[in-house]
T-cell receptor
Framework: DAKTTQPPSMDCAEGRAANLPCNHSTISGNEYVYWYRQIHSQGPQYIIHGLKNNETNEMASLIITEDRKSSTLILPHATLRDTAVYYCIVRPRSNEKLTFGTGTRLTIIP | KAGVTQTPRYLIKTRGQQVTLSCSPISGHRSVSWYQQTPGQGLQFLFEYFSETQRNKGNFPGRFSGRQFSNSRSEMNVSTLELGDSALYLC?????????????FGPGTRLTVT
């Protein structure tokens, strides 16, 4: 019961912005949106999280719609090392548990 | 500072045996969570420990158990191994003071049950 829907795969040209969508139409008011990614043969890596405001850090930007039913992770200048499976996770404030869905397999094309 | 370490990295066991996996969190982190990753089921939460107490539990049978020591290191045990237990077992640590803390994952232990 991942509570999120993501496209199974996406391609993006190297140097371009990669925009990864996520639907979370049943999100409740106390739930945050988290993004992790998993590069092949490694453990998942935290990217960013947000509640309702847009967030930016050194890795990515997170855009959350006003109704909070969807969000987009933006990698501004994708590199080959960004090829990974990206997981969008809705996480309740009261719970440490991360519930991973199937994610989006992002392939950066040279 | 050093990241999350897991030992062993690879393990082969036979059905019916039991196995213990170890996780050392990042220094200062008090929460350790365990996940199982398989091609069919994806990443699934097993349990979380904070200050030596199990704080959260996923939907796994009682054959899967864990514990946390006073230095925050954690072990996970699986008894009476089944073929379906073959998976990558990941542990993640966080400060644990706030549920919003980022989780840092280790490289995982790949368990193969034959």
């Amino acid at each position: 019961d991942a509570k999120t829907t993501q496209p199974p795969s996406m391609d993006c040209a190297e140097g371009r912005a990669a925009n990864l969508p996520c639907n979370h139409s049943t999100i409740s008011g106390n739930e945050y949106v988290y993004w992790y990614r998993q590069i092949h043969s490694q453990g998942p890596q935290y990217i960013i999280h947000g509640l309702k405001n847009n967030e930016t850090n050194e890795m990515a930007s997170l855009i959350i719609t006003e109704d909070r039913k969807s969000s987009t992770l933006i990698l501004p200048h994708a590199t080959l090392r960004d090829t990974a499976v990206y997981y969008c996770i809705v996480r309740p404030r009261s719970n440490e548990k991360l519930t991973f869905g199937t994610g989006t397999r992002l392939t950066i094309i040279p | 500072k050093a990241g999350v370490t897991q030992t062993p990295r690879y393990l082969i066991k036979t059905r019916g045996q039991q196995v213990t996996l170890s996780c050392s969190p990042i220094s200062g982190h008090r929460s350790v969570s365990w996940y199982q990753q398989t091609p069919g089921q994806g990443l699934q939460f097993l349990f979380e420990y904070f200050s030596e107490t199990q704080r959260n539990k996923g939907n796994f049978p009682g054959r899967f158990s864990g514990r946390q020591f006073s230095n925050s290191r954690s072990e996970m045990n699986v008894s009476t191994l089944e073929l379906g237990d073959s998976a990558l077992y990941l542990c993640a640590s966080s400060l644990g003071g706030s549920v919003l803390d980022e989780q840092y994952f280790g490289p995982g232990t790949r368990l193969t049950v034959t």
